[in-house]
């Protein structure tokens, strides 16, 4: 240790200190007036609680245990009554408040002029619609092997099975778009998908031949996606400049 | 679990054998018993059937939908024709009523209408204590009275009357009930007034034209307005722009789509009644 450097027993009021002494500690406003800069700032911190925990497991009384947790009773329980409390006393709350719906018995003399599901299970019924998709067989003479309901549920069945097996083709280490383009553009065209089946799905109601509907309902998505790719590759590159200047300030390469 | 007998006796495995196999055989006897109440048709009527339909040209639906012979008294009441009642020897020696007629060349029986429940109705019995005029029932078309036998004075206008789809002229429609007084459920009939009608019942050939000959008067013709795909209630006829259905029947919940102006014959396998 050369002589210019400060020793443990004099204060350093530079603000280089890596970790203050307690009755030492710069409040927030000294902090904030350093001109080091947020990436000093995240240091300290850690190297605070980093020293703090050595310090923890120096001290004589400290006994290594396999597992540091919060007890299930009282912690957890507590906690978990106290949020049950909560929803159940709202649906009691709105149970009382809100006269219960009960609409009349189902006529089977009379059908409803405009028939749909919940709007949440629009894109599921648009599958139903995929007659036009259902092949007609050379072999059977012109038949269609499936029913067309039959064929509906298992295009229901082929698309929610695509969506869950996408967490096994892809991790999802990306934590933005830019990162992984491809599949960022996947993402773009299953939303829009669903808002094209969505919309095919009332298509009664549209405004539009139901043929065009249907060749839109899967013209779209692709070309959003395709326009989502584009984008975002482009993007890519300064935007990971961007990033990376950020990273490097916080962490400087050695 | 105290058990006073050695494994090696083999006493558990015998006592499971004998339980599990009981409780087998209760099972299947249940299931059989089940099996046989819900298959067995303890009903009347049902079977295979052959009808007068209105074609159906579009959409999901497995056949037409089945026409109501109508008639039109002196007042100008319209009213619907159901089959003779009869009492007939059953096989067990007793008697009950049966409908069955010959009408327009066919073999005119409530067997056209058993099906998607309406087999159930209590209109469809032939005990049916009641008229067969129709009548409004309050829904359908915003031209019509909320109640009362449908007359043929309210059609007079059905060379002319239009409303939002289709071509005027092509015939008035409306909507009304049968055979549906004091019964839990109603039977759905579709009335269509049209020119078009009186022009196919001059040109139709063979067994259609008999049957349009016996079945509709005035140009007037009635419907069981019950889809056959989903058993839906369809909109009716001039309700809907959608794939050329402005001037046929459109049904809204899979589009399928009748024209009230081509009869075919038709045939599928009714239900039968149920006896309570």
Same mark, same amino acid.
């Given at each position: 240790?050369?002589?210019?450097?400060?020793?443990?027993? !004099?204060?350093?009021?530079?603000? $280089?200190?890596?970790v &203050?002494?307690? !009755?030492?500690? #710069?409040?927030?406003?000294?902090?904030?007036?350093? $001109?080091?800069?947020?990436?000093?700032?995240?240091?300290?911190?850690?190297e605070?609680s980093?020293?703090? !925990?050595?310090?923890?497991?120096?001290?004589?009384?400290?006994?290594?245990?396999?597992?540091?947790?919060?007890?299930?009773?009282?912690?957890?329980?507590?906690?978990?009554?106290?949020?049950?409390?909560?929803?159940?006393?709202?649906?009691?709350?709105?149970?009382?408040?809100?006269?219960?719906?009960?609409?009349?018995?189902?006529?089977?003399s $009379?059908?409803?002029?405009?028939?749909?599901?919940?709007?949440?299970?629009?894109?599921?019924?648009?599958?139903?619609?995929?007659?036009?998709?259902?092949?007609?067989?050379?072999?059977?003479?012109?038949?269609?092997?499936?029913a067309?309901?039959?064929?509906?549920?298992?295009?229901?069945?082929?698309?929610?099975?695509?969506?869950?097996?996408?967490?096994?083709?892809?991790?999802? &280490?990306?934590?933005?778009?830019?990162?992984?383009?491809?599949?960022? &553009?996947? +993402?773009?065209? +299953?939303?829009v998908?669903?808002?094209?089946?969505?919309?095919?799905?009332?298509?009664?109601?549209? #405004?539009?031949?139901?043929?065009?509907?249907?060749?839109?309902?899967?013209?779209?998505?692709?070309?959003?996606?395709?326009?989502?790719?584009?984008?975002?590759? $482009?993007?890519?590159?300064?935007?990971?400049?961007?990033?990376?200047?950020?990273?490097y300030?916080?962490?400087?390469?050695? | 679990?105290?058990?006073?007998?050695?494994?090696?006796?083999?006493?558990?495995?015998?006592?499971?054998?004998?339980?599990?196999?009981?409780?087998?055989?209760?099972?299947? /006897?249940?299931?059989?018993?089940?099996?046989?109440?819900v298959?067995? %048709?303890?009903?009347?009527?049902?079977?295979?059937?052959?009808?007068?339909?209105?074609e159906?040209?579009?959409?999901?639906?497995?056949?037409?939908? %089945?026409?109501?012979?109508?008639?039109?008294?002196?007042?100008?009441?319209?009213?619907?024709?159901? %089959? @003779?009642?009869?009492?007939?020897? /059953?096989? /067990?020696?007793?008697?009950?009523?049966?409908?069955?007629?010959?009408?327009?060349?066919?073999?005119?029986?409530?067997?056209?209408?058993?099906?998607?429940?309406?087999?159930?109705?209590?209109?469809?019995?032939?005990?049916?204590?009641?008229?067969?005029?129709?009548? =409004?029932?309050?829904?359908g078309?915003?031209?019509?009275?909320?109640?009362?036998?449908?007359?043929? @004075?309210?059609?007079d206008?059905?060379?002319?009357?239009?409303?939002?789809?289709?071509?005027?002229?092509?015939?008035? %429609?409306?909507?009304?009930?049968?055979r549906?007084?004091?019964?839990?459920?109603?039977?759905?009939?579709?009335?269509?007034?049209?020119?078009?009608?009186?022009?196919?019942?001059?040109?139709?050939?063979?067994?259609?034209?008999?049957w349009?000959?016996?079945?509709?008067?005035?140009?007037?013709?009635?419907?069981?307005?019950?889809?056959?795909? =989903?058993?839906?209630?369809?909109?009716?006829?001039?309700?809907?722009?959608?794939?050329?259905?402005?001037?046929?029947?459109?049904?809204?919940?899979?589009?399928?789509?009748?024209?009230? =102006?081509?009869?075919v014959?038709?045939?599928?396998?009714? =239900?039968?009644?149920?006896?309570?």
């Amino acid at each position: 240790m050369s002589d210019d450097q400060p020793t443990d027993e !004099d204060a350093r009021t530079d603000g $280089t200190g890596i970790v &203050s002494p307690d !009755d030492e500690t #710069p409040t927030w406003r000294e902090r904030k007036e350093r $001109t080091t800069g947020l990436s000093r700032l995240t240091y300290e911190y850690f190297e605070r609680s980093r020293r703090e !925990d050595q310090d923890l497991r120096q001290e004589s009384d400290y006994v290594e245990r396999d597992v540091l947790a919060f007890p299930t009773w009282p912690h957890e329980l507590v906690r978990n009554l106290a949020i049950t409390s909560f929803f159940v006393g709202m649906i009691l709350f709105l149970g009382a408040t809100l006269p219960p719906h009960l609409g009349q018995p189902a006529n089977p003399s $009379t059908t409803p002029a405009v028939i749909l599901p919940d709007w949440y299970l629009y894109w599921s019924f648009g599958l139903l619609k995929l007659s036009a998709l259902n092949p007609e067989l050379a072999i059977l003479g012109g038949q269609k092997l499936l029913a067309d309901r039959t064929f509906g549920v298992l295009a229901n069945v082929v698309v929610v099975g695509f969506i869950a097996i996408v967490p096994f083709l892809n991790k999802g &280490s990306a934590r933005r778009p830019v990162e992984q383009p491809f599949w960022a &553009s996947v +993402g773009v065209m +299953g939303v829009v998908f669903a808002f094209t089946i969505s919309a095919y799905s009332a298509k009664t109601h549209l #405004p539009l031949n139901p043929h065009l509907s249907f060749d839109l309902a899967f013209l779209i998505p692709p070309m959003a996606g395709a326009v989502a790719y584009a984008i975002l590759k $482009t993007m890519r590159e300064g935007y990971m400049y961007d990033l990376n200047k950020r990273y490097y300030k916080l962490r400087p390469p050695k | 679990m105290s058990d006073k007998y050695p494994e090696s006796s083999g006493r558990r495995r015998f006592v499971k054998g004998v339980v599990g196999s009981a409780a087998l055989a209760g099972a299947g /006897t249940a299931g059989t018993a089940v099996l046989e109440s819900v298959t067995n %048709p303890t009903g009347s009527g049902g079977g295979q059937t052959n009808y007068f339909a209105v074609e159906n040209t579009a959409g999901p639906a497995p056949r037409g939908m %089945p026409m109501v012979p109508i008639e039109i008294d002196d007042n100008g009441d319209i009213k619907g024709v159901f %089959p @003779d009642v009869k009492e007939v020897e /059953t096989e /067990t020696g007793g008697t009950k009523k049966q409908a069955r007629m010959e009408l327009g060349g066919i073999e005119y029986t409530p067997n056209w209408y058993q099906y998607c429940g309406v087999q159930g109705y209590g209109g469809l019995r032939p005990d049916y204590d009641g008229d067969n005029y129709f009548r =409004f029932s309050g829904a359908g078309y915003s031209w019509q009275p909320s109640g009362g036998k449908v007359n043929i @004075d309210e059609f007079d206008d059905y060379d002319t009357w239009e409303n939002d789809y289709g071509d005027a002229g092509i015939g008035k %429609p409306a909507k009304a009930t049968w055979r549906s007084q004091n019964t839990d459920n109603t039977i759905p009939i579709l009335i269509i007034r049209s020119p078009v009608l009186e022009d196919r019942v001059e040109s139709a050939e063979g067994e259609v034209a008999e049957w349009l000959e016996a079945a509709t008067d005035q140009g007037v013709m009635a419907i069981v307005n019950k889809c056959t795909h =989903f058993c839906c209630a369809p909109q009716g006829f001039r309700t809907s722009n959608y794939e050329g259905a402005e001037d046929k029947i459109y049904c809204q919940c899979h589009q399928s789509i009748y024209d009230p =102006f081509s009869i075919v014959k038709k045939s599928f396998v009714a =239900f039968a009644r149920p006896e309570n």
